[in-house]
């Protein structure tokens, strides 16, 4: 069974950080792009960043470059969103979600993932 189980969210400061996790089981971790998008209260739902295990490749969104990092263990199978230098408009529930190999073109397309998690809750007060 595919799982990604995301935690680290919840209540900070504007100006605090948080780190994220996502934990990939029931798939070979090393095929797939694993991406961390956000959806506040009626907004569409965002590329924040994205990683690609098979290459190491890296990508972010301009609204948080310089602030938030992703990285990886493969030992682990599970994918890091650091965030530093929070603002109130990074409060949104995060989601990570999972894109095959084989089919990895556009990293900040959602509807391009084949599996997600439950998402994550991050408030940042002002």
């Known amino acids: 069974e595919v799982q990604l189980v995301e935690s680290g969210g919840g209540l900070v400061q504007a100006g605090g950080s948080l780190r994220l996790s996502c934990a990939a089981s029931?798939?070979?971790?090393?095929?797939?792009?694993i991406g961390w998008f956000r959806q506040a209260p009626g907004k569409e739902r965002e590329g924040v960043s994205c990683?690609?295990?098979?290459?190491?490749?890296?990508y972010i969104a301009d609204s948080v470059k310089g602030r938030f990092t992703i990285s990886s263990d493969h030992a682990k199978n599970t994918v890091y969103l650091q965030m530093n230098s929070l603002k109130p408009e990074d409060t949104a529930v995060y989601y990570c979600?999972?894109?095959?190999?084989?089919?990895?073109?556009?990293?900040?397309?959602?509807?391009?993932?084949?599996?997600w998690g439950q998402g994550t809750q991050v408030t940042v007060s002002s």
């Open positions: 979600a999972a894109q095959i190999r084989s089919k990895f073109n556009i990293w900040y397309v959602a509807w391009e993932y084949d599996y």
């Open positions: 029931g798939f070979t971790f090393d095929d797939y792009a």
């Open positions: 990683i690609s295990s098979f290459d190491g490749r890296t």
